[in-house]
C-alpha cells in the first residue's frame, strides 16, 4: 500500500487508486498518517474535521469514517481503537511523506560534504515526490495546521537543491526558475541571494544589484526590516567581484565530487535517468537483490565485474529484480541510469542501431530521427565517447543473444551493465549471471497477498493453495491470479481455484488486462532453431519428473545425440531446466508444467490444423 500527502491524499494498492470520497475521510486518513503510528486522540480528529464546532455526533461520526477507511484498505492497514484515539499501523506501507524526508536528509548530508552531485540528485528525488500543494483535499482546519509545515520543509529542500546545482555551475539553466520562485516567494531571502548569485555568474551583474534592490524595498514595506546577513553578504560579493566569476563570463566548475580535481568535463552533460519506476510490491529475491546489489557496488569501485546477467524462464521476474537492483544502486553511479528494451515485445531482437539511438539521445548526443543515416561504427563510437570515464549503470533488458552485447558496454571502466534475458548468455566479456527459478510456496503467498488481501486468503487456505500450485511458483502467474481477484472482489478464491483446476483452460484463465503468460512464453518458442520447436510440442506429455535425454530418444523416436541437442536449445531458451545428475552421471531435464501446457496447446492447435486441412 502507498500512502501520498504531498499533494492530495490518496492511496494506492498495486498502483491503483482506492476511491476515498470526500474531504473528511481523506482527512482523517491523513491526520493519522501524519501521526507517524502514534495515537491521535478524539479531540484531535474532532478539531480537523469541524473546527472549534463539532457537532453533537462527532465521536460517531469519527467512528464511521474509521470503519470505512478500514473497509476500504483491507487487511494491509490495521487501524485500532487506542484511547483516547485511534491509531493506523501499516509496517509494509509507503507513505511519501517519509519517503521525502529521508531523501532530503541524505540530500543535506552529501551537500555539507561536498557530494555535490549526489546532493543534487537526492534533493531533486524528494521534490518530485510532490504533486502540488500538500494535503490537496482536507479540511481546511487541517490544512491550517500542517500545510504550512510542509510547505516549509519543501522549500527547505527546494534551496538546498539549488544550492548543489550552483555549486555545479548549472547556474544558466537555474536562473529561469529561481526568477519563477523568487515573484512567487519575495520575502525569501536565500532564494533571492541564490538568484542574484546565478545572474552574476552568467555575466548579468545589473540584474544581480536589480534583484537585491527589489528585496530590500519588499522587505522594507511588507516587514519594516533590512536585509538580512546571507542576502547582505551576497550583495557585498557582488559588489567586489568574489563570487567565482569574472564579469561577464560565466563559471564552469569542475565537478570533483564526481570525477576527481582537473577533469575537465563538461559539467552541463545530461545525468540521464531512464529507469522504469521501482516495482511497488517486489516480494523475495532478498538473497539475489542483495548480491546483485553487492557486486554493483565493486563494480562502481572497478573492482567487480562489468557485466551482470539475470536470467530465467519467462515470467520469473527477471525485469522486475534487475530495476529493483538498478534503483537500489543508483547512488553509486551517480553519472547517470540508463535503461533500453533489447527485444520487441512479440520477441524479435531490436537491431543494434536502434538500441544505440536510444541510449544516445538519453545521454543528450543528436541522432537522426531513426538513426539510418549514420552508420553503425559512428553509432558505437558516439556512444563510446559519450560514456568514457562516467559512471553510469545501463540496464539492458531482454537479451535474445550475446552476439552484439559486448559493442553495448560503455567505454568506462566505472560502469556497470546489468542485462536480463532468457538464454544463458555466454560471450559478455567480464559478466557474472544470476540464475532465477520460480518462488517456493511462502513468497508465491506473499505476492499473491499483496494483491488480493491476506483476509481473503485466510479465509480458504485450500483454495488458495490450489491457486497456488495452479500457478507452479512463477510471479507473472501469481500476479495474473492476483489481479484477477482483485478485481473482484466479491468472488471468492475458490471460483478462481475451480477455473485453474482444468489443465486445458489454465494458460487461457492465466490472463488479466495487459498480462498474458501465453503471450509471454511465445518469444521463446519464437527464438528456438525449428526442430528444438518440434521437439517441445512433441515432448508435451513426458510430464514435469527429471528425465535423461535417453528417455526423451524413446519418446521423440530418435537418436539420443539428436534428441540431446534440442533439448539443449531448449535449456538454452530457458524452456526446460537442468535439475541435476542421474546415477550414470548423465543430466537430467525437467519442465514446468506451465511448459508442459504451452507445449500441449501448440501441439492441439497443430492437431486442430491438421483436421482442418483434411476437411477440405
Known amino acids: 500500500m502507498d500512502f501520498q500527502v504531498l499533494g492530495p491524499v490518496e492511496a494506492r494498492k498495486g498502483g ?38 463539532p457537532p453533537a455526533t462527532a465521536g460517531a461520526q469519527i467512528y464511521t469514517y474509521m470503519s470505512r477507511l478500514r473497509k476500504l484498505l483491507g487487511d494491509e492497514v490495521e487501524i485500532d481503537r487506542r484511547p483516547p484515539g485511534y491509531v493506523l499501523r501499516a509496517p509494509h506501507s509507503t507513505v511519501d511523506l517519509l519517503e521525502f524526508e529521508q531523501l532530503d536528509r541524505e540530500g543535506r548530508t552529501a551537500l555539507g560534504r561536498g557530494r555535490h552531485l549526489e546532493a543534487s540528485s537526492l534533493l531533486s528525488r524528494a521534490l518530485g515526490l510532490w504533486r502540488g500543494a500538500a494535503l490537496g483535499n482536507v479540511t481546511e482546519y487541517l490544512a491550517g495546521a500542517e500545510l504550512a509545515r510542509l510547505e516549509e520543509l519543501r522549500l527547505h529542500a527546494l534551496e538546498s537543491r539549488v544550492e ?47 534583484t537585491y534592490h527589489e528585496g530590500r524595498k519588499v522587505l522594507d514595506e511588507q516587514l519594516g ?86 536470467t530465467g524462464m519467462a515470467g520469473v521476474g527477471k525485469t522486475a529484480l534487475a530495476v529493483r537492483a538498478a534503483h537500489r544502486s543508483a547512488a553509486h553511479f551517480p553519472d547517470g541510469q540508463l535503461f533500453a528494451e533489447l527485444a520487441h515485445p512479440d520477441g524479435r531482437p531490436k537491431k543494434l542501431g536502434e538500441v544505440l539511438t536510444v541510449l544516445l539521445r538519453a545521454l543528450g548526443a543528436p541522432v537522426d530521427g531513426t538513426g539510418r543515416t549514420a552508420d553503425l561504427d559512428e553509432l558505437i563510437r558516439r556512444y563510446r565517447t559519450r560514456t568514457a ?51 517456493e510456496r511462502e513468497n508465491s503467498y506473499e505476492l ?36 484477477r481477484l482483485a478485481a473482484r472482489s466479491h468472488w471468492p478464491v475458490s471460483w478462481l481455484a475451480s477455473r485453474l483446476a482444468d489443465p486445458e483452460h489454465r494458460l487461457r484463465e492465466l490472463s488479466y488486462g495487459g498480462l498474458e503468460l501465453r503471450r509471454a512464453l511465445l518469444p521463446s518458442l519464437r527464438q528456438l532453431p525449428r526442430q528444438a520447436g518440434r521437439t517441445l510440442v512433441r515432448l508435451a506429455g513426458i510430464g514435469t519428473e527429471p528425465f535423461p535425454a535417453q528417455r526423451a530418444a524413446r519418446h521423440l523416436a530418435e537418436p539420443e545425440s539428436a534428441a540431446e541437442e534440442s533439448l539443449e536449445h531448449l535449456v538454452d531458451a530457458a524452456l526446460l531446466d537442468i535439475c541435476g545428475v542421474d546415477r550414470l552421471g548423465r543430466p537430467l531435464y525437467r519442465f514446468h508444467e506451465l511448459v508442459l501446457l504451452f507445449a500441449e496447446s501448440l501441439a492441439s492447435a497443430h492437431r486442430e490444423r491438421e483436421r482442418s486441412t483434411a476437411a477440405h
Open 16 to 53: 491503483e487508486r482506492i476511491a476515498l470520497s470526500g474531504s473528511k475521510v481523506h482527512t482523517v486518513l491523513a491526520s493519522l498518517l501524519l501521526a507517524r503510528g502514534r495515537v491521535v486522540s478524539d479531540e484531535r480528529l474532532s478539531s480537523m474535521l469541524w473546527g472549534w464546532e
Open 164 to 210: 548543489a546545482d550552483l555549486e555545479l555551475g548549472r547556474h544558466e539553466q537555474l536562473t529561469a526558475e529561481l526568477t519563477g520562485l523568487v515573484a512567487e516567494f519575495p520575502l525569501r531571502e536565500k532564494l533571492r541571494a541564490q538568484l542574484m548569485t546565478a545572474f552574476y555568474r552568467c555575466g548579468q551583474q545589473a540584474d544581480a544589484l536589480h
Open 225 to 310: 526590516i533590512e536585509p538580512g546577513e546571507a542576502l547582505g553578504a551576497t550583495y557585498q560579493a557582488v559588489l567586489v567581484g568574489s563570487l567565482g566569476a569574472k564579469k561577464g563570463a560565466p563559471v564552469r566548475t569542475v565537478v570533483s565530487a564526481s570525477y576527481g580535481d582537473g577533469d575537465p568535463r563538461d559539467p552541463y552533460e545530461p545525468r540521464p535517468a531512464t529507469l522504469p519506476p521501482d516495482i511497488e510490491d517486489f516480494i523475495g529475491r532478498e538473497e539475489e537483490l542483495a548480491a546483485l546489489c553487492g557486486q554493483l557496488a565493486e563494480s562502481r569501485k572497478g573492482g567487480g565485474p562489468r557485466a551482470l546477467l539475470v
Open 389 to 439: 570515464g562516467r559512471r553510469l549503470l545501463v540496464v539492458l533488458d531482454g537479451a535474445v543473444d550475446s552476439r552484439e552485447l559486448d559493442l553495448l558496454l560503455p567505454g568506462s571502466a566505472a560502469a556497470a551493465v546489468l542485462i536480463t534475458g532468457r538464454a544463458r548468455l555466454t560471450r559478455v566479456a567480464q559478466a557474472r549471471t544470476t540464475v532465477l527459478t520460480p518462488f
Open 448 to 483: 499473491l497477498a499483496a494483491g488480493v488481501g491476506r483476509r481473503r486468503l485466510l479465509a480458504e487456505p485450500d483454495a488458495t493453495n490450489e491457486v497456488l500450485a495452479h500457478c507452479g511458483g512463477l510471479p507473472l502467474a501469481v500476479r495474473i491470479a492476483g489481479s
